[in-house]
């Protein structure tokens, strides 16, 4: 399974049904993105990420200068 979100293959069970097998929540462990297995998920593009933009991601808030 990878994920729809960044194609990461870290996948992991977040939560399961609690009666019965019903469903699973799987959660990515590189973007944090979640989703339950009978969902069809279908991330549009502009909402993709890559590592470059999880990295720009890590910069929010950005650094204020310093002095001027
Ligand atoms: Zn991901």
Known sequence: MICPRCDSD??????KSPVG???????CEK???SWRSTETINVLPKFRLDDEKIRNMQ???????LGK
Do not use: Q
């Open 10 to 15: 870290k996948i992991k069970v977040m939560v």
């Open 21 to 27: 097998d019903e469903w699973e929540v799987y959660v």
């Open 31 to 33: 973007c944090w993105f």
């Open 59 to 65: 910069m929010i808030p950005p650094i204020p200068p």
